[in-house]
């Protein structure tokens, strides 16, 4: 597979930069072609401003996202986001590399999602109709690749669990996972999440390291998150409020999203799909 | 009250800077002192670097909290930070305006949170015991003071309904309702939101501009949302869970973290906290 690893961290000799070059070299090791996008390293400005459409007229007001639209569709987006869209389209799977700052990604990560994920390629693609609503959501220009989080939380886990202060790790991932990975089209891993990342000892990085080799190898194995796609008769439309008679009774949340009927036990994710799917 | 905008739209001509303007109007004419950061027109640094920590050796790894820890102690952030943290010691209430991009707040806006929000400052605060986990979630150096979200979204209000496909707007404002403003000990108050923001005709604008001006007017007076403080019991320590008799039974998610036992119709979120209180 061709894989893309956008890396978040403005230090390479961090945790970070340790677990970025035990992912590059065990996907090498499987034979699959890297490119990693280094915001820091490369300086990228996380803004979207005037700058980013080169076609608007310097008078006219700017509608951040009619202008996405026109600017994409007349070619006249930046050099740098331009070469990123190409990476995204080239590579088979992204990986977004991250340190948890404030429950989400840092500025530089969303500054990249900000302004590389233009109106008619990431978002505003397909028509809509009474029975469909564009192609999001599980389709899209960015259907049949697939997505995954390497994540690192300063805080423990329990305090990221089901009843955890801060909320559980999958519902604060949920935005990123659902609203911008999913939503384009791409099929969403689980997330590979180390917590108490400023207390890692020799043994314990090893033994991260080595969880890490394994959620790499499995890449292209790795059972999806189990997320609804919106256009497969699951939403009501236009509403796109998701059937009556589908999630739990009263529940309200992000955990309606998943398909529980397709979802299985954590430890069969890692199983090749196919084999998953046979039965 | 002193109330401190922090607005995150690149166009003044925009539908955020006509109702920033009547915000301010609005509280201007209840006798509130406003100060407003404008980032696009400040030109804010979104990104967290070496260059934030004007203590940090040359070539000394950069560990983003230990450098923070290290530069808020010995007054050794950069000027512009400096000038942030004085604003919202300075203001009585918080106002974030921004319009929702991929589902939370533009880079820009990020980067403000992720430069201004210190160690020391806005985590990092208190001592850990067997009852007390640092002052944080309710406590905190901001305790005392209000804050609350102006946003505007493209979408559907349905889509963010309780069953909406986008996920309900409360559970993805909650990392930054929660994760971001009560964390430092804000009163976080309900947001204002706007939905269809690119189809607003002149008779909407006035509608939803007096809607604003209701919730400028109350700003002292909402009831904030009833999230449980970190240290009030309700929390195992340190586990951090929430103790198993409280929330509803079975559930999981963001909105176990509110205290449905003192939770209020909306209606009656806009009356004076004061008869609230009494009964």
Known sequence: MKVLLVFAHPEPRSLNGALRDVAIEELKAQGHEVRVTDLYAQRWTSEVDRADFL?????????????????????????????????????????????LWWFTMPAILKGWV??????GFAYGVGEHSDKRWGDRYGEGTLAG????????????????????INGPIDDLLFPINHGILFYPG?????PFVVYQADRIDDARFVSIAERLRERMRALASTRPLSYR???????????MQLR?????????????HLNEAEALPVFERSLPSGLMRGG
Request: charged fraction near 20%; charge should be negative.
């Open 55 to 99: 076609n608007l007229a310097p008078q006219a007001p700017l509608g951040p996202a009619a202008a996405s639209k026109e600017a994409f569709a007349a070619n006249a987006l930046t050099d740098d986001v331009k070469a990123e869209i190409e990476r995204l389209l080239w590579a088979d799977a992204l990986i977004l590399q991250f340190p």
């Open 114 to 119: 900000d302004r590389v994920f233009a109106y």
């Open 145 to 164: 690749k697939r997505a995954m989080l390497i994540v690192t939380a300063g805080g423990w886990e329990p305090h990221y669990s089901g009843r955890g």
């Open 186 to 190: 791409y099929d969403v891993l689980p």
């Open 229 to 239: 796609p919106q256009n497969g008769g699951d939403y009501l439309i236009p509403s």
């Open 244 to 256: 009556s008679e589908l999630g739990a009774s009263g529940a309200t949340g992000f955990a309606l």
